[in-house]
């Protein structure tokens, strides 16, 4: 696994196998970041479930001004971390150790807004639900921001999450994107 693009293009990033992560695959990092990339420059970045930190780091790598990560192992915490190292990312980047529900609510709480949120749980995981519908329901984004779920190809998701209305599909392989933004 690589960074794509930008500034940190070609760097290396580990992912700790045996964990219930399981990376973006390149090819779908490229096919997100070649839909974001009129937008990314200087946007505020959320990626929940963040795992190693590969989908934050491309989006800093291309232009994005700072990088949220919500990541609740320890174990891929440290990759995160590794990662973020490797690449020389200092201060752009925030690191939050909880769960994304509870991040999520400590975000809304907060008045947090971000200009794109990327929600990633792995694809079994009964997070799915309830985390779209804590986001559709006051969802910490921007006016303009957007909301990606990646999730399987054959689990889709619903067109309306609370306030948050579907406006693209791009499926690769298994794994599907779903875009949202405000109806």
Known sequence: MRVIAGIHKGKRLRSDEGLQTRPTSDRLRETLFNILAPRISAA?????????????????SRGAAQATFVEHSR??????VENLARC????EAELVQR???????QFIQAKRRFDFIFCDPPYASPIYAPLLELLGAQPPLSEDGWLIVEHH?????????GELRRFRAVQ?????LSFFSFL
């Open 44 to 60: 505020g970045f959320l990626d929940l479930c963040a795992g190693s930190g590969a989908v934050g780091i491309e989006a800093l």
């Open 75 to 80: 174990r891929a915490l440290v990759a995160l």
């Open 88 to 91: 020389g990312i200092g201060d």
């Open 99 to 105: 769960d994304a529900l509870s991040a999520v609510k």
């Open 153 to 161: 190809a054959k689990r889709p998701v619903a067109e309306t999450v």
């Open 172 to 176: 690769q392989g298994e794994s599907t």
